[in-house]
T-cell receptor, first 113, second 115 residues
Framework: DADVTQTPRNRITKTGKRIMLECSQT?????MYWYRQDPGLGLRLIYYSFDVKDINKGEISDGYSVSRQAQAKFSLSLESAIPNQTALYFC????????????FGEGSRLTVL | QQQVKQSPQSLIVQKGGISIINCAYE??????FPWYQQFPGKGPALLIAIRPDVSEKKEGRFTISFNKSAKQFSLHIMDSQPGDSATYFCAASSPNAGNNRKLIWGLGTSLAVNP
């Protein structure tokens, strides 16, 4: 089983719908992240959490919210999806001693029509 | 403002050739420089990383060259193979308050190695 699991892997939705992407990890890491990947734009940080009580905005948090339900679970919500949120979303984890190494899930591809 | 500039955006190399991807940075506080490799349908994974106290680090066919004075670092893939076809990201980080770090990413290079 994957250490960092994302669900769903693929989702097609309509403008205005609420969407939740879920991430769970078995690595025992404190730190969790949500990234968005778009062609030519690289990886952009949406939100990150250094522990259950700590939530921080990244560089592109507008239109997104997150919830850290437990050390192992970090979900990303789009309250009212819009077409320009069509992208590949990645969850990642790192440990407290981090040297910078992130462990990524396999991604959730979201299409907003 | 892109703090880590990566080039080229795409690269095509023949099997057995050398692939070279370059990154440049401005922030002299950066002290950790990883490269991530991403295959289609997968998340990025750490490939190799370097700290600025060394000028080169080699792991198998993959080498990072680091030039502190020029604020540049590069990934060299020797004897490139079709299985190396992937997107490569450089990144950089520096310690912040509480020893927390955030990675600053390059925009990625799509490498295709022709058989």
């Amino acid at each position: 089983d994957a250490d960092v699991t994302q669900t769903p892997r693929n989702r097609i939705t309509k403008t205005g719908k609420r969407i939740m992407l879920e991430c769970s990890q078995t690595k025992g890491h404190d730190r969790m992240y949500w990234y968005r990947q778009d062609p030519g734009l690289g990886l952009r940080l949406i939100y990150y959490s250094f522990d259950v009580k700590d939530i921080n905005k990244g560089e592109i948090s507008d239109g997104y919210s997150v919830s850290r339900q437990a050390q192992a679970k970090f979900s990303l919500s789009l309250e009212s999806a819009i077409p320009n949120q069509t992208a590949l979303y990645f969850c990642a984890t790192s440990d407290r001693r981090q040297t910078g190494e992130l462990f990524f899930g396999e991604g959730s591809r979201l299409t907003v029509l | 403002q892109q703090q880590v500039k990566q080039s080229p955006q795409s690269l095509i190399v023949q099997k057995g050739g050398i692939s070279i991807i370059n990154c440049a940075y401005e922030n002299t506080a950066f002290d950790y420089f990883p490269w991530y490799q991403q295959f289609p349908g997968k998340g990025p994974a750490l490939l190799i990383a370097i700290r600025p106290d060394v000028s080169e680090k080699k792991e198998g066919r993959f080498t990072i060259s680091f030039n502190k004075s020029a604020k540049q670092f590069s990934l060299h893939i020797m004897d490139s193979q079709p299985g190396d076809s992937a997107t490569y990201f450089c990144a950089a980080s520096s310690p912040n308050a509480g020893n927390n770090r955030k990675l600053i990413w390059g925009l990625g290079t799509s490498l295709a190695v022709n058989p």
